[in-house]
């Protein structure tokens, strides 16, 4: 069996290296890949937007099954056609990945069916939004609507920092068109959660959740990055919790999209905070979460292949999904400077993994036998263990091993799961 998957970083790898346990995935390629998904894929040097070259191929190469698992290319409808050409695929299409493609979309799907979320107001006129903040209590959260490479997320402290952030999306086209409408929502309190989920269109059977690290800095200090470090399970996301959430929050989501003539078929990612009012849903995303992926997929026990190939027919409810009960870390080696401005090519030298550990490479190439550094993030290194304190040992341990002199990572990584009793 041939299989596409499209995406070049760490959560590709993740879902690559899971794709090949499968004893009929006799050939993998990765479109665009990196230096170290070379290791476990044939990399195609297409682009992940480039629809048509992505399609042509596949069709060129008679691929069997493709993942598409980043959110431009979903939102840009590469399902859609793809299954034109008769190949089957994991992910939404594009009139289901709009859940993520755009915030105004999400929040107004959640108003009309009672999903718990943050109250909100929605802008196309930046006039009209700082009118709006001069009275709005403080701190708000001002989101562009379209996708920002997880950064159109502005929480602002004072109605200044308001105006400034609407001045940045809405007229000066910080994130491009993506700003052309906002939302201004409230600003909600409590811990976060990740919870990713497959689903069918009818059934949804949640992942086992994780906890992200987004601050640059320990202590949850610095700017907001793509992600430093994840731990799994989180928490903070206990059996009476998750309850609830199946039951206000993500069947209603799944029935509502159908009600919507938008099935979602895929991962459907939730972001939580578990508010003094309940659980209530920042966002939406229409895919693997990156670096949730990186945590979530080492403890699953099923097949990989089995259990999307199932997502694309309809068939979950009959498909057995298990976890492991053991924790996850992953702690992030990013490129100094990150995630303002950093220096790229350094060397990587990576060291043994044992069947405990992984190394998920999100940005490097090849220059001949060498691995070097290109990108932001670079490597994700991932351990598991029994308990959550010897998974977060083990991970950074690991760590300390590679070979990145421009390499830095946060520390505390899992530090505030383990505070509140989190290593049971």
């Known amino acids: 069996m041939k299989i596409m998957v499209v995406g070049g970083g760490g959560r ?34 297409i682009k992940a937007a480039d629809i048509p070259a992505i399609v042509d191929f596949a069709k060129t190469n008679g691929i069997d099954y493709a993942v598409v698992a980043p959110d431009d290319p979903l939102v840009l409808g590469c399902v859609d056609e793809l299954e034109k050409e008769g190949i089957p695929c994991f992910g939404p299409k594009a009139n289901a990945a709009i859940i993520e ?11 009309k069916y009672g999903i718990p979320t943050a109250e909100y107001a929605v802008f196309s006129d930046a006039e009209e939004a700082v009118k709006y903040v001069e009275t709005a209590p403080v701190p708000t959260v001002i989101k562009a609507d379209g996708l920002a ?16 952030a ?37 059934t949804v059977v949640p992942m086992i959740s994780s906890m992200d690290h987004k601050r640059a800095l320990d202590g949850d200090k610095g700017l907001n990055t793509g992600g430093m470090g994840t731990i799994a399970p989180n928490p903070y996301y206990t059996e009476e919790v998750a309850e609830e959430c199946m039951q206000k929050i993500f069947l209603p989501t799944i029935k509502a999209m159908k009600q919507e003539g938008r099935e979602f078929r895929g991962c459907l990612y939730f972001g939580l905070m578990i508010t003094p009012d309940g659980p209530k849903v920042i966002e939406y995303n229409c895919r693997f979460g990156d670096p949730e992926t990186q945590v979530v997929l080492p403890l699953l026990e099923s097949d990989l292949l089995e259990i999307m190939q199932a997502v694309t027919n309809g068939t979950l409810k009959e498909t057995q999904v298990n976890f492991s009960k053991k924790s996850a870390c992953c702690v992030i080696l990013a490129s100094k400077g990150y995630p303002v401005s950093y220096q790229s090519g350094f060397e990587l030298t990576l060291p043994e993994c044992d069947e405990n550990s992984e190394i998920f ?6 220059d001949g036998d060498k691995l070097l550094s290109a990108g932001g993030r670079v490597l994700g290194v991932t351990a598991t263990a029994d308990t959550l304190e010897e998974a977060v040992k083990r991970a950074y341990a690991l760590s300390d091993k590679v070979g990145f002199e421009n390499g830095f990572c946060r520390r505390d990584i899992g530090a505030r799961a383990l505070a509140i009793g989190g290593n049971k």
């Open 166 to 202: 609407i001045k940045e999306i809405m007229q000066d086209k910080k994130f491009g068109k993506s700003g052309d409408n906002i939302v201004i929502e409230e600003f909600l309190t409590g811990p976060e959660v990740s919870v990713l989920s497959f689903t069918d269109g009818e």
């Open 12 to 45: 590709e790898h993740a879902i690559i290296k899971k794709l090949k346990e499968n004893k009929n995935a006799e050939k993998i390629y990765a479109l665009p890949g990196n230096g170290g998904i070379a290791a476990d894929a044939e990399c195609v040097s």
């Open 101 to 111: 493609g755009s915030k105004v979309f999400s929040k107004n799907l959640m108003k």
């Open 361 to 366: 490479v999100a940005g490097a190439k090849k």
């Open 149 to 164: 490479l997880g950064k159109g997320v502005i929480i602002a402290q004072t109605r200044e920092e308001a105006k400034e």
